[in-house]
């Protein structure tokens, strides 16, 4: 078929007609399907099942001489800090091990430095306007939890490489106004890039304006890979200590899409000076996380190593429903100049760019028919996507099967709404 934009009108309504009436069969098939957030399938959660049995005894409950099932040890036990120190590739002392929420800790890291000034500096919130660099499309709860804090976002574009370091490299170093970047490294959410060598090494080598700017890198999908090509980080800790700019970068991991989303461990890494700002506040907040849950994962693990097998029947499930998105894509709107999307090794999510001005569109049109998407918008600060294009699919929860009819619609949805607007043309 030709590519819509080359199509006569009358071309284009006599495909309308035929895409419109495919798209009212689907309608009177009352589906309920669901893949607007990137949540682990049923299959997934049952690779950990034996987690909920593997701790079972008052002897196993002693670490170092400390009983875990009582008060202490705020920065996590020591074998599960190792766990993550690998994982990370960091130090052990840089690893402070939270609760089921690397969300959770992130938003205090936010929290913290707005009401607790660092580096000489007066708190974020006694500073007037501050700024966040927001790449972009991203990740919408980071954007949610800098607007909450009333920070200033300004996207950045992402490239193939990362985001716009020409871009990050000008606002960073002559803005004292502008106090972070979020960064998902490995796999972005959505769009599956892992940052390039040079990329992570522009980051180390940041000249920030202001004294108190920090990189919050959001390594959730470090081991998240979904075919045989994974892709390799470049270490932010190493590169930064290269450069004499350890204190830059605050890291983030959890379990949550590894074991239990709602029972996971979440980790923070960061420089001894970092920590010691954190941990004061930490102090405060509580007398320790859940312990008993990381001596469970630790119990069921035994090592980094073993999450990396782990991950491997993780791959097993994911694999194919990923297999599945793509080869609907290619099949059904290859050629057709409707939309373009990219193919990620990893992490938990397609990113598809449809035609411009299309695609809340498309994810109504979805919603209508029963298929429930990312809200269109969601992948940019304050939910406005100057395009109105990108759309996040997350293969991950429905079964294969449910996912085949729902990417069934998605690209008759896509396809609908650009014969839609070329014919308002």
């Given at each position: ?63 170092n001489g400390t009983d875990c099932r009582n008060y202490g040890i705020l920065d996590g036990i020591s074998s599960m800090k190792q766990i993550f120190a690998d994982l990370l590739e ?17 938003f205090d890291a936010i929290a913290c430095m707005m009401h607790a000034g660092f580096e000489g500096c007066e708190p974020w919130e006694k500073q007037g306007e501050i700024k966040f660099l927001c790449p972009s499309p991203g990740y919408d709860r980071h954007f949610g939890v ?280």
């Open positions: 078929m030709a590519m819509y934009s080359e199509m006569s009108r009358e071309e284009l309504l006599q495909e309308k007609l035929s895409l419109q009436k495919e798209y009212d069969e689907f309608k009177s098939r009352n589906l309920q399907l669901d893949m607007s957030r990137g949540k682990p399938g049923s299959e997934q959660l049952d690779l950990s099942l034996d987690m909920l049995t593997v701790l079972n005894s008052k002897e196993q409950c002693i670490v960091c130090g052990e002392d840089d690893i402070m091990v939270g609760g089921n929420s690397s969300l959770n800790m992130m800098t607007q909450y804090f009333g920070i200033k976002m300004v996207p950045v574009p992402m490239t193939p490489t990362g985001p716009d370091m020409d871009i990050v490299e000008s606002l960073v170093e002559n803005d004292e106004k502008v106090k972070g970047i979020w960064c998902v490294p490995k796999y972005s959410n959505p769009q599956g890039i892992t940052y390039s060598d040079e990329t992570v090494t522009r980051f180390a080598k940041l000249k920030p304006a202001a004294k108190d700017f920090r990189i919050m890198w959001d390594n959730a999908y470090c081991i998240h890979d979904v075919t045989d090509k994974p892709e390799k980080l470049l270490s932010i800790v190493s590169e930064c200590k290269k450069y004499g700019n350890e204190d830059l970068p605050l890291i983030f991991a959890s379990t949550s899409k590894i074991t239990f989303p709602g029972s996971g461990v979440a980790a923070m890494a960061t420089s001894p000076r970092n920590m010691a700002l954190f941990k004061k506040r930490y102090h405060f907040q509580t007398i320790g996380y859940d312990k008993l849950n990381m001596l469970r994962h630790v119990l069921f693990f035994k090592n980094a190593d073993g999450v990396r097998e782990h991950m491997k029947k993780h791959k097993a499930v994911l694999a194919p429903r990923f297999n599945v998105v793509i080869s609907k894509l290619r099949s059904q709107l290859g050629g057709l100049g409707v939309a373009t999307w990219l193919e990620p090794n990893g992490g938990y999510f397609v990113s598809v760019d449809v035609m411009d001005g299309c695609a809340k569109r498309v994810v109504a049109l979805c919603k209508d028919a029963g298929v429930v998407l990312t809200g269109a918008g969601a992948t940019y600060p304050y939910g406005e996507d100057p395009h109105d294009s990108n759309i996040r699919i997350a293969p991950s929860f429905p079964p294969v099967a449910e996912l085949e009819v729902a990417m069934d619609l998605f690209c008759l949805s896509a396809k609908l709404a650009a014969v839609e607007k070329l014919l308002a043309q």
